[in-house]
């Protein structure tokens, strides 16, 4: 490809409304460029890298014995219906209705369809078992798209879908998937970690989530992690052993008493007006789940994640009360409480779980529903029976792991890949059934496999970039090598770059002279941004007979015969 032909456009500077490297990299070099929010035009060097991971996908996916298909991007309502999900997914579910007035939506998963698919063809025993995979494009009405190809709205996705008879089967092509998973990022140039992680709206017992370790903004995921065995987990999912902390409040309460606790509306001015550590408080906080309130009751040292609280309560969307509407909950209550003094007693009706770390508790303080004034020495006894003790907790860095008794770190993670244990979520509500040896009807024990390809490419910004630009790695590059002549105007430098050019074209290389009438400033600047794994300069030294060759990942330069840049490009290039 000529440079002059090339239809790209590189920026002076990163676009004002890009927040993380690899969306203002991947804007300024020219690969994407902004349709609509969360909405992007793949331009010809992003649609090369996206078709190349897409190539290692497949292969990996065929190697495994999965085979590809391609299902509707739009889904009628009835089998989303069928499944549950048409009103439990949420607002990230596009829907529209067509000119006849049949509702449908834009798929953002495929499990509904597979399903349904699957149980008018897979009739008998014998077919199974069978793992089916796409790649296409998916749409999620994000609520806040940001991060370029991150977070947006509409996105390429690989998702594949098996089928088997038993979860032995099941649990066998799980290993297999996450084995493919571990091949097709290592050869994209990115290891992963594979960390346990909440199931989401997809559902299913079992899920990990495949996470690119970065340290960069963008790693939207905390990951804990064990150094001593294997444990893995995302935040939302992650457990942990608590040190050992001050839970019993018995040498400051002798009895239990309601006092005046004015100006004390944080746990630090409470703590310090007390005089007492922050473990002896439990915390009232006040969230709303699918429209309605739920009361969460935590040890006040700790923080609640959200994520398992809304699972712990069986909803859909979650946020924190705004302070209207915990205003609105107290009047409806009786009560005249601002946050802060807030607590369980009185709230009858309303959903309340308690965290793990309330059931230690003993002689603590407690919000009673009424501003300035706690209840202190309080047990368990003196506050509405908890029927359920859940983990809502988030976990924190240097508490224990679970397996080992370590302590647990913490790093940022993008999240590139999904495996999933559906079981028969989806088979037994959608009547998915196949005939076993007995001629009995059985439901098909699934699983559901993902991975974001256009996610995959942004990850690969933000683990291999530096200050002036990408540094693809080679596997995935739109292309291999960029040919700079330094002055176009000189015959000797443009004859050179021209026969290396042939000569790697001949050979299987990927590569791009950079044909431009430019100073030799404004490629070299344009080579790193758009980050091509090697350069080779055509300059004032081809006098001498030689030219200067670059690698972009490590900036070793080497100054060589043309023959032997070309020799050395190829064996390197090829051998990947």
């Avoid at 010809?44 to 298909?69: C, F, H, S, T, Y």
């Avoid at 078992?129 to 749409?139: A, E, G, M």
């Avoid at 770390?357 to 002689?363: A, G, I, L, S, Y």
């Avoid at 091509?532 to 081809?542: E, L, N, S, Y």
Wanted: contains cysteine.
């Amino acid at each position: 490809m000529k440079m002059s032909k090339m239809f790209v456009q590189t920026l002076r500077e990163f676009p004002s409304d890009a927040e993380v490297v690899s969306h203002k990299m991947l804007a300024r070099a020219g690969y994407i460029k902004k349709l609509t929010s969360g909405v992007y035009n793949y331009m010809p060097l992003m649609w090369r890298v996206l078709k190349k991971i897409e190539n290692i996908v497949r292969d990996e996916m065929d190697k495994a014995g999965a085979q590809e298909l391609l299902m509707p991007f739009v889904q009628p309502k009835e089998l989303w219906e069928e499944s549950g999900r048409w009103d439990a997914y949420g607002r990230e579910l596009m829907r529209l209705k067509d000119r006849h007035d049949r509702v449908m939506c834009l798929g953002p998963t495929h499990e509904e369809i597979i399903t349904a698919l699957a149980r008018d063809v897979l009739k008998s025993y014998k077919q199974l078992p069978v793992n089916l995979y796409q790649i296409q494009s998916k749409f999620r009405d994000e609520v806040r798209p940001r991060y370029g190809l991150l977070r947006g709205r509409e996105f390429i996705m690989k998702d594949a879908y098996s089928f088997d008879t038993s979860q032995e089967g099941l649990n066998k092509e799980y290993e297999n998937m996450a084995k493919a998973y571990t091949n097709i990022f290592n050869r994209c140039g990115l290891p992963t970690k594979m960390v346990q992680s909440d199931s989401g709206a997809i559902g299913g017992s079992v899920s990990h989530e495949f996470m690119v370790i970065t340290d960069t903004d963008a790693g939207e995921n905390d990951v804990f992690y064990c150094d001593d065995c294997d444990y893995s987990a995302n935040s939302n999912h992650a457990v942990s052993k608590l040190l050992p902390a001050e839970v019993d409040g018995a040498k400051y309460f002798t009895k239990t008493e309601v006092i005046d606790t004015p100006n004390t509306h944080s746990i630090e001015e409470l703590s310090k007006f007390l005089n007492i550590p922050s473990t002896l408080i439990l915390k009232t906080l006040v969230y709303i789940v699918d429209k309605k309130p739920v009361l969460a009751l935590i040890r006040a040292d700790k923080a609640v994640e959200e994520t398992k609280l809304m699972n712990a309560v069986g909803g859909v969307e979650i946020r924190i009360a705004s302070s209207a509407e915990i205003a609105e909950l107290m009047a409806d209550k009786g009560f005249d409480a601002v946050p802060g003094f807030i607590g369980p007693n009185g709230m009858d009706g309303i959903t309340i779980i308690a965290d793990e770390t309330v059931r230690d508790m003993k002689n603590f303080v407690v919000g009673i529903n009424k501003t300035d004034r706690h209840l202190v020495g309080a047990n368990l006894s003196d506050i509405p029976a908890i029927e359920n003790y859940v983990d809502i907790r988030l976990v924190e860095a240097g508490e224990l792991c679970p397996q080992c008794g370590r302590p647990l770190k913490v790093t940022k993670g993008i999240e590139v890949g999904n495996i999933f244990q559906l079981g028969t979520k989806y088979s037994k509500p959608m009547k998915a059934f196949y005939l076993d040896e007995n001629g009995k009807a059985q439901p098909y024990i699934m699983g559901c496999y993902g991975i974001g390809i256009s996610r995959t490419a942004a990850a690969a910004v933000e683990a291999h970039h530096d200050e002036h630009g990408i540094k693809w790695p080679i596997s995935i590059a739109p292309y291999h090598v960029v040919i700079v002549p330094v002055n176009i105007k000189d015959e000797l430098q443009m004859k050179v770059a021209g026969e290396m050019y042939e000569k790697l074209l001949s050979a299987g290389v990927e590569v791009v002279l950079d044909d431009r009438d430019e100073r030799a400033g404004v490629k070299f600047k344009d080579a790193d941004l758009i980050g091509f794994p090697f350069r080779v300069t055509v300059g004032k030294t081809i006098n001498d007979g030689l030219v200067e060759y670059k690698v972009r990942e490590t900036g070793e330069v080497l100054t060589l015969k043309p023959e032997e840049a070309v020799e050395k490009l190829t064996d390197i290039i090829l051998s990947k």
